[in-house]
Nanobody, 119 residues
């Protein structure tokens, strides 16, 4: 059983920044997803097990950066230039794929952390 613990969410004004963290109980390829009220869960970013490959949703390219510290088994999502449309619960997840952008490819999920961007 993989344990995932997210942190770093909060309330920020539009144009501001937040950094999310996801501590895992092992080393896996991982990803971030988000779900806004009344909407389906959507892919945000993914990173390979070694950190050499990354993938981003078009909506966050150039604003968000995914990274990881394998010594700490922790993944990060640096979010800059935040917009009200980024408001959602953000989830981290692990996958046995090399890297994946689809939710069904992910096996274990964190509890989620709320990000709210005010206008």
């Amino acid at each position: 059983q993989v344990q995932l613990v997210e942190s770093g969410g909060g309330l920020v004004q539009a144009g501001g920044s937040l950094r999310l963290s996801c501590a895992a109980s092992g080393r896996y390829a991982m990803g971030w997803f988000r779900q806004a009220p009344g909407k389906e869960r959507e892919f945000v970013a993914a990173i390979s097990r070694g950190g050499t490959s990354t993938n981003y949703a078009d909506s966050v390219k150039g604003r968000f950066t995914i990274s990881r510290d394998n010594a700490k088994n922790t993944m990060y999502l640096q979010m800059n230039s935040l917009k009200p449309d980024d408001t959602a619960v953000y989830y981290c997840a692990t996958t046995r794929s090399v890297i994946a952008t689809k939710a069904p490819a992910y096996d274990y999920w964190g509890q989620g952390t709320q990000v709210t961007v005010s206008s």
